[in-house]
């Protein structure tokens, strides 16, 4: 029987960590994702997890920790928000060009500047080239089900690449709500022990971890690593498909919200789904065809299932919680388009960069956003392809 409990997102996913109780955990704390380290420890000190916890004194030291420990054959986690993640940037990349199945829950804020602590995907998407896999959760239900499906995805032998479990600061971070729990020996069975192919401890193998790479041979390392994220798409949708059985709980690469029959289609990433979900369902009971494509998997970017989501739309408004500074519009934005262009998707598309700071959406922002689309379709035309939404004047 599933455990019935009110958590919110960090602690959903600290009980995940508890229940996969991996070999260590290296953190440095920082908001709105300090609580992650400082409840693991907890369990640490009531005997309830034997991972070893790491203090340290820095992010860049968290990640450098992270690398060491799973390097040596261990398997690792570690947590962070923000400015802790871009401290880590250096190391981000060797762990993945290192091929370090290392899981990270990072709790999306905003960077500085301007020095600002609220939800926003800047962080996460500032990283999205260094070769890490990013899962994103609308709620806290999905911040604990994508944590418990992590080490699936990330330690199988067709990927063995780091991944970021991405959920949104305070709004689901700290934000309490109902969610269903697996029972721990379920979870035990389902991510199962880890057992490195490669590793420094391992004696009976002399192995180098992270050596200089010659021109004759970083260029193919960097293809092997290309490879790897393009084989985590099925790999994703086979971990989800096996979770499926023992939660209930059906995930993909994206999520359908009254897709396929919709003209007017919303993409987003994240809490603001819950908000559009409502909006949609209002406009529905009042004849509009309205619905959402909301994305799970941003790397590997999934652009030839995402576009083909999107082939019956009329029109199309990308999402995004960050601002790429390319005049353009947002990282979602700029990739999806690129793949709609490709795939020769008819719907007329705006990019709105949306919620930075931690702004609000409110339902009738999203009303207002569904009654553009309308126009575009009528129109023939986006207009202005690039905007924000809740602009104060």
């Given amino acids: 029987m599933a455990i019935k409990e009110r958590m919110s997102g960090n602690e959903a996913i600290a009980y995940a960590m508890k229940q996969i109780n991996p070999d260590v955990m290296p953190a440095f704390p920082i908001t709105p994702s300090t609580e992650l380290p400082q409840m693991v420890s907890n369990y640490i000190a009531n005997g309830q997890m034997d991972t070893e916890f790491i203090p340290v004194e820095s992010e860049h030291s968290a990640m450098s920790a992270a690398i060491g420990a799973s390097s040596a054959g261990a398997r690792t986690m570690t947590a962070t928000s923000s400015a802790g993640l871009a401290f880590m940037w250096e190391v981000l990349y060797v762990a993945a060009s290192n091929r370090l199945p290392i899981a990270m829950a990072l709790v999306n804020r905003a960077l500085s500047g301007p020095i600002n602590i609220n939800c926003e995907h800047s962080d996460s998407m500032g990283a999205r080239d260094s070769g890490w896999l ?8 999905e911040a604990y089900d994508n944590f418990v499906q992590a080490y699936r995805i990330a330690e199988h032998a067709d990927v063995k690449l780091p991944i970021m ?15 269903e729990l697996l029972e721990d020996d379920k979870v035990k069975a389902f991510v ?20 200089y790479a010659i021109t004759n041979y970083g260029m193919e390392a960097k293809k092997a690593q290309a490879h790897a994220m393009d084989n985590a798409k099925q790999v994703i949708l086979d971990v989800a498909a096996e979770y499926e059985k ?11 919200y009254r897709l396929e029959d919709a003209d007017y289609v919303i993409v987003a990433i994240g809490s603001v789904c819950g908000t559009i979900k409502d ?22 970017f999934p652009g030839e299932e995402f576009a083909k989501a ?3 739309a009329k029109s199309v408004a990308i999402m ?8 353009q519009g947002g990282p979602l934005g700029s990739e999806l388009m690129a793949a709609m262009y490709r795939a020769k998707t008819k719907a007329e598309t705006v990019n709105i960069v949306y919620g930075l700071c931690g702004r609000d959406v409110s339902v009738n922002d999203i009303k207002n956003v569904y009654t553009q689309l309308e126009d575009v ?4 035309a986006a207009g202005r392809e690039y905007q924000y939404l809740g602009l104060r004047d």
């Fill in 192 to 211: 199962g022990e880890y057992n490195p192919e490669h590793f420094l401890l391992n004696e009976k193998e002399v192995c180098s971890v992270g050596p």
């Fill in 165 to 179: 479990i991405c959920q949104d600061g305070f709004i689901i971070s700290h934000g309490v709500q109902n969610i």
């Fill in 310 to 312: 999107l082939k019956n």
């Fill in 279 to 300: 909006t949609i369902d209002e406009l529905r009971d009042n004849g509009v065809k309205a619905g959402l494509m909301k994305v799970r998997v941003f790397r590997p």
């Fill in 377 to 380: 379709a009528a129109k023939g």
């Fill in 134 to 141: 990013q899962i994103y959760a609308e709620n806290n239900q």
């Fill in 320 to 327: 995004d919680r960050a601002e790429s500074y390319s005049s």
């Fill in 246 to 256: 023992i939660s209930g709980r059906k995930y993909g690469l994206y999520e359908g």
